[in-house]
């Protein structure tokens, strides 16, 4: 596709349910980010893939959260047992490991609404 | 830990007018930073990026200074329209070329026509 592809758009969740985010980032990117943007706030790193190896999980907030990049290219983030705490907008971005200005592309992002 | 900070948290500008959003960030050992545009339930639409090295870049009406031994940058939007509003935020990106980025809370901007 042209763009950062990111599904579903908007979840609801009741609590204690577990959810999976799907991230289709630009075809060829080697490297893919995960953010968290709760509302008001600006967006929070939290993990980072170049092609399938996930080099960075520092901003991961606890062990419920979970993400893969199994093939280098599709990554889902998931998330178990869902709090309230979790919701937030899930944005996720590709960039290009040749391109020069290393310029993150971002999805529209996943809402996920915790009940 | 880098912090970024910008001000003001919103603003509101009739059409036309020039206008400034100010960015800064704690630790100036940065590799780039970036402007970029989010609208209402939308992703980061990205409007410059500065390499550490450079003092300034600009694309049509829009034109971002770093100055990084002071920690700071600003982005100047000239005559506002009302398709600028929408919430900006300034990035910074360290640890090398693959760094994640760190981001401000971001300036909510409105363009009354």
């Known amino acids: 596709g042209a763009g950062v592809s990111q599904s579903p758009r908007y979840k609801v969740a009741k609590r204690g349910q577990d959810v999976a985010l799907r991230c289709d980032p630009i075809?060829?990117?080697?490297?893919l980010f995960w953010y968290q943007q709760a509302l008001g706030q600006g967006p929070e790193f939290l993990t980072y893939?170049?092609?399938?190896?996930?080099?960075?999980k520092s901003g991961l907030p606890s062990d419920r959260f979970f993400a893969e990049r199994p093939e280098g290219s599709v990554s889902t983030l998931k998330i178990q047992r869902t709090q309230q705490e979790d919701s937030a907008v899930y944005l996720c971005?590709?960039?290009?490991?040749?391109?020069?200005?290393?310029?993150?592309?971002f999805g529209a992002g996943t809402r996920l609404s915790v009940l | 830990k880098q912090e970024v900070t910008q001000i003001p948290a919103a603003l509101s500008v009739p059409e036309g007018e020039n206008l400034v959003l100010n960015c800064s960030f704690t630790?100036?050992?940065?590799?780039?930073l970036q402007w970029f545009r989010q609208d209402p339930g939308k992703g980061l639409t990205s409007l410059l990026l500065?390499?550490?090295?450079?003092r300034e870049q600009t694309s049509g009406r829009l034109n971002a200074s770093l100055d990084k031994s002071s920690g700071r940058s600003t982005l100047y939007i000239a005559a506002s329209q009302p398709g600028d509003s929408a919430t900006y935020l300034c990035?910074?990106?360290?640890?090398?070329?693959?760094?994640?980025?760190?981001f401000g809370k971001g300036t909510k901007l409105s363009v009354k026509p």
């Open positions: 990035a910074v990106r360290q640890g090398g070329s693959q760094g994640n980025l760190i």
């Open positions: 971005a590709s960039s290009s490991r040749g391109e020069a200005k290393n310029i993150q592309y």
């Open positions: 893939f170049q092609n399938e190896a996930q080099l960075d």
């Open positions: 075809s060829g990117h080697v490297s």
């Open positions: 630790d100036s050992a940065i590799y780039n």
């Open positions: 500065i390499q550490s090295s450079q």
